[in-house]
């Protein structure tokens, strides 16, 4: 008969090794990833798989010498925190509107934005397509930074709105009693008190432009294609590239990966926001 | 600082507004990446010496993304291309069409008469030539000679589908991992079915008959996916309803395949020793015939088109002429070695002692790509041109879901009879809704 303690012990033990069988079926493809990076051709589609083998840096080079990354990482870059920031100008004031002065339609109005969400893409490429042409945005990285935010917005807002929901209003009754304007108290206020909201949501921003595939390959060619495009153009149907393929996978998810691990403790409040309500 | 965003979003609009400008003519090229096109976007280093007026920017993206990316762009006249790579099949719509400009007035260095007939016949529409073939491809059968020679077998210049699958059965030793044949087993257009519709001419079969009504549960589309399933199901690796050209190729070049029916580029991979662990075993054989030996091999180009909506069309036929030229052949021997020569295009390069000493494989890649006749490709007459496609738009999605019914009778989720019912039903749909009868 297993003590209280012990049985505690073996709980903790079993739910353990669970999360961890969890996390290495979840983290393996990105390893085997890296591990194939660094492998010839002929190493990389050897069956059965091999495990240890003498590591090359030539796909690297080959990268290197074939395209220039830091051009495409660089338009990620801006990219990404160029959508993040204009969705959080828009967000914070919608979310603050939405949750301190709610009306009828609120609800409704949040589940609206978010089903624009479920609309497939390619649905609307063709008129997106030619707006696009029609502005001159084709190719820019304007273009993608105004597709993105409108891509994130809703999700953006919810998240945000989330984060708003969760203060008392009574502090905000509190700063305005002592005189301050609609822009101190988001400022100076609200902002403060869900910085942990709002770190999350940008983050979460940020991995979600950096990741879009869909709209990056379809409205750009070269000036402002990012680093899925980069990725895109390792891909192939005829002749053996998975070395390669993996080497330029690696250094496109390289950058956001450490991103998401400094930044881990925010990303994991901002999924788990309402989780406990 | 009272606005902190202030600085952040004016910077961010200087850094999104500066795109750069260049007074040199751009011609951007959106492409696919393998190994003749790496070469070529390596290689382009040289045309751009000797054009400094003309500055290259490149797109290269998987297949099957190129080809959506290029749709859309060319159908909304977006003009974000100057040099499009497309195959055979697209070059005969959309030049119908009025998408592509018509290459006329070419120099008279470029040697028109030397590109193979078979490859500028089908990239010309009513006479006029609307891509330039930068290399083009037909299917044969790969074979390994050692095994071959084990077991006593030889192969014959041409052999039938029925000796195949004797061969392959012979050869088939699962426990060894040594399977008798690979072939294309993926669902799609123009994966499995590039095979499939070579296998089916072979047959007897054909897509449509003359008034476009499909045929697929006549006898002879029943027999050749009949065959195709008991042979690649009984002598085929686990998993062959997975495998494209890649996976194939893969397979073959480390030992696995006894016999493999796919496309001619696979030559030069297949005998490098870099890639290949059977380098020094490989064998060339025609493509298999039964019945007829008509639209037994497939042909298909990857060219380079200048999209109408483009506005660097004098540029950019300065480059599709350059990286087509025989010029460019000498190029790439000089820099790749001469195996590295972009196959199947031109009569010259086969002219040349040289390469035929050094590619084993080029004798059946041309005698193949000579034999292929999309204009008189099936035992029975039809209102199409093509081999493995017939050139009519609603090809791809018709042969995409065809794929995927013959796909799931190799898987065993259907029957031959059941995925054939369904596949004549869904063409006859598409075809009535696109108003080819009523």
């Not at chain 1, 990389?44 to 090359?56: D, E, G, H, K, N």
């Amino acid at each position: 008969m297993l003590t209280l303690k012990q049985t505690r012990s073996l709980r903790t033990l079993v739910l353990g090794s669970l999360a961890w069988l969890l996390a290495l079926t979840l983290f393996f493809p990105i390893f085997w990833m890296v591990l194939t990076s660094f492998k010839t051709e002929v190493e990389a589609f050897a069956t059965p798989p091999q495990l240890f083998f003498s590591p090359t840096l030539e796909n690297y080079l080959h990268i290197d010498s074939r395209s220039d990354y830091f051009h495409f990482a660089w338009n990620s870059l801006v990219i990404s925190f160029g959508s993040t920031l204009a969705g959080m100008l828009l967000a914070v004031p919608a979310a603050y509107s939405m949750a301190f002065f709610e009306t009828r339609r609120t609800k409704s109005t949040l589940l609206w934005m978010l089903s624009t969400k479920m609309l497939p893409p390619v649905g609307v490429l063709v008129p997106i397509y030619l707006l696009f042409k029609s502005a001159g945005l084709l190719d820019t990285r304007l273009g993608l930074v105004i597709v993105y935010t409108l891509i994130n917005l809703p999700i953006m807002v919810w998240m945000v709105y989330t984060a708003f929901k969760e203060i008392p209003k009574d502090i905000l009754e509190a700063a305005r009693l002592d005189g301050a304007t609609t822009t101190q108290e988001i400022c100076r206020v609200l902002l403060p008190i869900s910085k942990g909201g709002l770190a999350s949501t940008i983050l979460l921003s940020l991995i979600l432009c950096w990741n879009e595939a869909f709209w990056s390959l379809n409205l750009t060619s070269s000036a402002a294609a990012p680093l899925t495009a980069l990725v895109a153009s390792y891909s192939s149907p005829e002749g053996l590239f998975w070395a390669k393929l993996s080497a330029v996978s690696t250094l496109a998810c390289a950058p956001i990966l450490i991103f998401g691990w400094l930044c881990q403790k925010q990303l994991v409040r901002g999924l788990s926001f309402g989780a406990v309500k | 600082m009272k606005y902190p965003l202030i600085p952040a979003v004016l910077a961010l609009s200087i850094t999104l507004s500066s795109q750069a400008s260049n007074a040199a003519t751009t011609v951007t090229i959106g492409t696919v990446n393998n190994a003749d096109m790496i070469l070529m976007q390596q290689l382009s280093e040289e045309f751009e010496r000797s054009h400094p007026d003309i500055d290259l920017k490149w797109v290269v993206l998987e297949e099957n993304t190129l080809r959506q990316r290029l749709t859309t762009d060319i159908a909304t006249k977006g003009g974000q291309f100057d040099v499009a790579t497309i195959g055979l099949y697209e070059t005969g719509i959309w030049g119908a069409r009025g998408w592509l400009t018509a290459l006329e007035n070419l120099p008279a260095d470029y040697a028109l008469d030397d590109i193979l007939p078979a490859v500028r016949d089908g990239l010309s529409v009513d006479g006029k030539l609307y891509a330039l073939p930068f290399y083009a491809e037909s299917s044969m059968t790969y074979y390994r000679t050692d095994l071959f020679e084990q077991a006593g077998l030889s192969m014959p210049e041409q052999p039938t589908w029925e000796q195949i699958r004797d061969f392959a059965k012979v050869l088939h030793k699962p426990e060894r991992e040594q399977y008798g044949i690979c072939l294309r087993g993926k669902a799609g257009w123009g994966e499995n079915m590039a095979l499939v519709s070579t296998l089916a001419n072979a047959f007897g079969a054909r897509w449509f008959d003359e008034k476009w009504r499909p045929e697929f549960t006549g006898a002879e589309w029943s027999g050749a996916i009949g065959f195709y399933v008991d042979l690649l199901g009984n002598y085929g690796p686990p998993g062959a309803s997975t495998n494209g050209f890649n996976e194939n190729l893969a397979l073959f070049n480390s030992g696995k395949c006894a016999l493999w029916v796919d496309a001619t580029v696979a030559g030069s991979f297949a005998i490098d020793k870099s890639q290949s662990k059977v380098s020094e075993s490989v064998g060339f054989a025609l493509a298999p015939k039964q019945v007829t030996d008509k639209g037994t091999s497939w042909l298909w180009a990857w060219s380079l088109a200048i999209p109408a909506s483009s506005d660097a069309k004098e540029a950019a036929t300065e480059f599709v002429t350059w990286a087509t030229s025989r010029d460019y052949s000498r190029l790439v021997a000089e820099k790749a070695g001469i195996t590295a020569i972009p196959p199947g295009t031109r009569q010259s390069t086969y002219a040349l002692e040289s390469y035929m000493q050094a590619a084993p494989f080029a004798r059946k890649t041309l005698e193949s790509l000579n034999r292929a006749n999309p204009r008189d490709a099936t035992l029975k007459p039809v209102p199409y041109t093509g081999i493995q496609v017939v050139s009519i738009p609603e090809f791809q999605s018709i042969a995409t879901q065809v794929g995927k019914l013959v796909s799931g009778a190799l898987t065993g989720q259907m029957s031959v009879e059941q995925a054939m019912k369904s596949a004549q039903s869904l063409t006859e749909r598409e075809m009535k809704r696109a108003a080819y009868y009523k």
